[in-house]
């Protein structure tokens, strides 16, 4: 797929760049151009998330995607990923910026999910040129670019001094809206998100939350209620909905039988009643 590059001048240069501080003289784009991406919102947060902060990620950007919002990060490890995959799942459009040149996906380890945005009819877009490497200064610049791009800009989990907050900095200095979903006060990777709350930042506890913001009206039910077939997928189900989302304290609190379990948890996910978050954590859908 060829790479694009538009100018400032271009009729498809997005208009939110042009209001920003330093808007970038070139954009690098593959996949859809970004002239008909909006409602659009920044999901970001920790790299190194919680079981958590992956669930809350994972149902946020899937529950907004499912509703038309594009999902807007920056491709990095931990939420980044889970909010571009869980858009992908929900059938989305979710766009990565990135650091460096497009020629290279940092990091590597997310190229896969890279093409499966581009074959999904998602972007992935730089400021930097071909054989540009995504140098450590280059992120702070790139979080401008992943603020811009929304409508709002919401950090589902972050530590007290976690890059995501620069994100969220970036917003309040574009006047965009900034929200974050609260977390538990005894946890370390809460501490940011709980004290941009407490600086005014909107709290999120659904996608519900964000559409009320952007004052978008709902078209579907967000999150149907999910039955089991059999009394062992029900109870499943049950812990499940109750937060408790790891494989082995699921299986633990079923008391099933291991063979029973792995059963149940198989046919549970091939119909389509639970998805995993990823490391060993389940979802429902």
């Given at each position: 797929?060829?790479?694009?590059?538009?100018?400032?001048?271009?009729?498809?240069?997005?208009?939110?760049?042009?209001?920003?501080?330093?808007?970038?003289?070139?954009?690098?784009?593959?996949?859809?151009?970004?002239?008909?991406?909006?409602?659009?919102?920044?999901?970001?947060?920790?790299?190194?998330?919680?079981?958590?902060?992956?669930?809350?990620?994972?149902?946020?950007?899937?529950?907004?995607?499912?509703?038309g919002v594009t999902?807007?990060?920056?491709?990095?490890?931990?939420?980044?990923?889970?909010?571009?995959?869980?858009?992908?799942?929900?059938?989305?459009?979710?766009?990565?910026?990135?650091?460096?040149?497009?020629?290279?996906?940092?990091?590597?380890?997310?190229?896969?999910?890279?093409?499966?945005?581009?074959?999904?009819?998602?972007?992935?877009?730089?400021?930097?040129?071909?054989?540009?490497?995504?140098?450590?200064?280059?992120?702070?610049?790139r979080n401008r670019?992943?603020?811009?791009?929304?409508?709002?800009?919401?950090?589902?989990?972050?530590?007290?001094?976690?890059?995501?907050?620069?994100?969220?900095?970036?917003?309040?200095?574009?006047?965009?809206?900034?929200?974050?979903?609260?977390?538990?006060?005894?946890?370390?990777?809460?501490?940011?998100?709980?004290?941009?709350?407490?600086?005014?930042?909107?709290?999120?506890?659904?996608?519900?939350?964000?559409?009320?913001?952007?004052?978008?009206?709902?078209?579907?039910r967000q999150r149907?209620?999910?039955?089991?077939?059999?009394?062992?997928?029900?109870?499943?189900?049950?812990?499940?909905?109750?937060?408790?989302?790891?494989?082995?304290?699921?299986?633990?609190?079923?008391?099933?039988?291991?063979?029973?379990?792995?059963?149940?948890?198989?046919?549970?996910?091939?119909?389509?009643?639970?998805?995993?978050?990823?490391?060993?954590?389940?979802?429902?859908?």
């Open positions: 797929m060829k790479i694009k590059n538009i100018t400032k001048k271009h009729k498809r240069y997005p208009a939110y760049f042009l209001e920003i501080a330093s808007p970038p003289k070139e954009l690098y784009i593959l996949g859809e151009d970004l002239d008909s991406y909006l409602p659009a919102v920044t999901i970001v947060g920790s790299r190194k998330l919680t079981a958590y902060g992956r669930e809350v990620t994972y149902r946020l950007s899937y529950d907004l995607a499912k509703q999902i807007v990060s920056g491709l990095a490890l931990g939420a980044d990923g889970v909010a571009h995959q869980a858009a992908l799942d929900a059938r989305g459009r979710t766009i990565a910026v990135l650091a460096g040149g497009l020629d290279s996906i940092h990091p590597s380890s997310h190229r896969n999910l890279a093409i499966d945005i581009l074959k999904h009819s998602g972007s992935l877009i730089s400021e930097h040129p071909e054989g540009r490497p995504p140098l450590k200064q280059n992120f702070v610049a670019l992943v603020a811009a791009l929304s409508d709002m800009v919401i950090v589902t989990e972050a530590a007290e001094a976690s890059g995501s907050l620069i994100t969220a900095r970036f917003a309040l200095e574009q006047n965009k809206l900034v929200g974050a979903i609260p977390g538990n006060i005894t946890s370390g990777q809460s501490v940011g998100t709980n004290n941009l709350i407490k600086s005014g930042a909107t709290p999120i506890t659904s996608a519900q939350d964000v559409l009320d913001a952007l004052g978008i009206q709902a078209t579907e149907a209620e999910v039955f089991g077939d059999t009394k062992e997928e029900q109870l499943i189900i049950d812990i499940i909905r109750e937060g408790i989302t790891e494989l082995d304290h699921i299986q633990s609190k079923s008391e099933l039988d291991p063979a029973l379990f792995n059963q149940t948890i198989t046919m549970l996910e091939i119909s389509g009643k639970i998805r995993p978050l990823g490391a060993a954590h389940w979802t429902l859908s």
